[in-house]
């Protein structure tokens, strides 16, 4: 996991879309607002009782049949993908998307209308880092019996590429690939759902697709159209005639693209794949991909960012010069021993900060804290993560001499492993928002022997020394 160089966004104000659900045919009203930062994607369900929240998390997903459907406690949300790749699509963070059923609306049954109402409610920069999962090995997930595979490998941005073979005449072997996504407006947003015909004929048995018509779903027609099929297909589309198109299209809609499919298929990825909860920096490759391999993937992936966030150590060379030594640190911190607990800082950005600890038996505390079974108090690793972070917070003061840092507030403080004599800690503290006011709000981490030993969130206030 890495800080990246962006802020997090959400849209200006409040956007609503009306329609039907492509499944359950019912009218439902969706409205896009702003959430504050770290909030991520969710849904909203102002219907029910307590209007519960649904996070948009690849671990809720219930089914993959004919869309993404997630559920928590019982309420669910089905058809995500659409809507989660607009957001994803505008580079947006933090989306609260309320329901008054559990279905967005199909619309035209691809993300432009999502896409541009969002535009239309205009991007809000917020103040807060973003955070990225940068991808440095490769990462994947297959399906031995569809013969699908998705898999991420390292890239200086996301990119997504499809590979698709339907094994049919009317529709056969298709890709599509955007290196940026700032393509999705003009490239991705517009391809629309599609279906065949058999899987038409199929889905009305089972009562579903009751919202939809032949201008949200291009149908291609892989069979011989019988006079049955056609009757029933008047009926269930309210037409009063059913024809094919020279390409194998039903009825009378146009391509918007020779590879729509393909484009359609790399929209779902993006959606689906919204469901990871973190920006992804690599390259995503899905052969023959599906909600069903793409929700899969994308706990996979979660899982992964998860483990690495919370166990990744960061690289130090203890044989290398540092960037500060112990008295380059006295020139900036007050702090002196018996108290002073950050002996070496080996790197220092605008957004984080790595120094480390030698925890030797010498040390005051062990003389009373456990004297025959030494262990390091916990409270003084939290002292030391929190001195570390006062290096990052005077950094960004052209006097740090003439500040001092004070905590406020600590969250989330966790202790994991015990640290005694000869440990080496190291400590890592990221920005979770910009410094502003002198107020900085850090998470941090501590690590001995490839370990957590001790998490925290902590805030401080850096403060002018009055003469």
Do not use: W
Request: negative net charge.
């Amino acid at each position: 996991m890495t800080k990246s160089l962006k802020n997090q966004k959400t849209i200006n104000q409040e956007v609503c879309l009306e329609g039907v659900g492509l499944h359950t045919g019912k009218n439902v009203k969706m409205c896009f607002k702003p959430a504050e930062p770290n909030h991520g994607f969710a849904f909203k369900r102002v219907d029910l009782e307590g209007n519960p929240i649904i996070p948009a998390q690849a671990h809720l997903v219930t089914s993959t049949a004919r869309g993404t459907t997630i559920e928590k406690n019982g309420v669910s949300i089905h058809t995500t993908e659409h809507v989660l790749a607009a957001c994803v699509g505008l580079d947006l963070d933090n989306i609260i998307i309320e329901l008054d059923e559990a279905e967005p609306p199909i619309l035209d049954g691809s993300a432009k209308f999502f896409y541009e109402a969002l535009e239309r409610a205009g991007v809000e920069e917020q103040d807060a880092i973003r955070e990225e999962f940068v991808v440095e090995d490769v990462i994947s997930f297959s399906d031995e019996e569809s013969g699908s595979e998705v898999l991420v490998m390292p890239a200086n941005e996301y990119k997504v590429t499809t590979m698709v073979d339907f094994g049919t005449k009317v529709l056969g072997t298709q890709n599509a690939s955007i290196v940026s996504i700032d393509q999705f407006k003009d490239e991705i947003s517009s391809a629309r759902t599609f279906s065949f015909l058999h899987e038409i004929e199929e889905l009305l048995e089972k009562g579903l697709i009751r919202g939809g018509d032949l201008n949200n779903a291009i149908v291609y027609v892989d069979k011989e159209l019988s006079t049955d099929t056609t009757e029933r297909l008047k009926k269930a589309f309210n037409k009063d005639d059913i024809s094919i198109k020279s390409n194998g299209i039903l009825d009378n809609l146009t391509l918007h693209f020779p590879n729509e499919a393909a484009r359609h298929k790399l929209l779902d990825v993006i959606g689906d794949l919204a469901l990871v909860g973190t920006k992804i920096r690599g390259k995503v490759i899905a052969n023959k991909p599906g909600h069903t391999v793409n929700t899969k993937f994308a706990k996979k992936l979660a899982k992964v960012i998860k483990s690495e966030k919370r166990n990744k150590v960061p690289k130090v060379d203890l044989s290398q010069p540092p960037l500060y030594d112990v008295n380059k640190i006295m020139e900036i911190l007050p702090h002196r021993a018996p108290f002073l607990l950050v002996d070496k800082i080996y790197s220092l950005s605008d957004h984080d900060v790595v120094g480390i600890k030698n925890v030797t038996m010498n040390e005051t505390f062990f003389q009373g804290h456990f004297p025959s079974k030494p262990v390091m108090p916990g409270v003084l690793q939290v002292e030391a993560m929190a001195q570390t972070g006062g290096i990052l917070a005077l950094s960004s003061v052209d006097d740090p001499e003439n500040y001092l840092t004070y905590f406020m507030k600590m969250n989330n403080v966790k202790f994991k492993r015990q640290v005694v004599p000869g440990d080496t800690l190291i400590f890592k503290l990221e920005l979770l928002s910009p410094i502003r006011r002198g107020i900085c709000h850090m998470q941090a981490y501590a690590y001995a022997n490839e370990q957590l030993t001790c998490e925290a969130e902590l805030m401080a206030q850096l403060s002018k020394i009055k003469n």
